[in-house]
């Protein structure tokens, strides 16, 4: 795990998008958990408390409007990359992968195996599709954009159809 020390509070606010109703929770470090709409409420409060023990987890209406106004302009064709602070909580391995995924361009995907290769363990595919999968923070670190390596989409955390939605938005797959 990571050194920073565990928040006292996680702020968090749901809000309507193209996808279905996201969630993104912050801590006074910066966003922690960006959910999908088949998460509610009381899923992203759970998993927070897993991550956090020890920190209140409160809704503050508000509190991500900068993010949710980047993810408007991600899903109008307006923003290709995100400008947010995060607060990543994840072993060594998967700091190293989730921060390989937010260098994969925009419109491109790469394969689980070349995500591996890239951070130098060729023979660790299934660990990376584990790390990708645990990815906290969906869209804005792009985990979206990583697929099998004969083509097919793989998993996702949101379901494969948000998947494709977002591999179609940015012109990774045809129409």
């Known amino acids: 795990m ?6 006292s509070v996680i702020y968090w606010e749901r809000r309507p998008s193209p996808l279905g109703y ?4 912050l801590t006074s470090q910066g966003v922690c958990r960006l959910s999908f709409p088949n998460e509610g409420p009381a899923e992203v409060q759970a998993a927070l408390k897993v991550i956090f023990p020890r920190a ?10 900068e993010i949710f106004q980047q993810l408007e302009e ?14 990543l909580r994840g072993t060594p391995f ?11 361009p925009y419109g491109t995907t790469l394969s689980y195996g070349e995500v591996a290769r890239s951070i130098g363990k060729p023979k660790a595919a299934r660990a990376v599709g584990r790390a990708v999968g645990s990815n906290p ?15 097919g989409l793989g998993g996702f955390g949101g379901g494969l159809e948000i998947k ?6 940015e012109g990774a797959l045809s129409p």
Do not use: M
């Open 2 to 7: 990571d050194n920073h020390p565990e928040p």
């Open 22 to 25: 996201l969630t993104v929770a």
């Open 56 to 65: 209140a987890v409160k809704e503050k209406p508000g509190i991500a409007g």
């Open 74 to 87: 991600y899903f109008s064709g307006r923003r290709r990359t995100f400008e947010v602070t995060l607060d």
């Open 94 to 104: 998967q700091l190293r992968v989730w921060k390989t995924l937010r260098a994969i």
């Open 137 to 151: 923070v969906g869209i804005i670190v792009p985990c979206h954009r990583v697929i099998e390596t004969g083509g």
């Open 164 to 169: 494709e939605k977002l591999l179609r938005l």
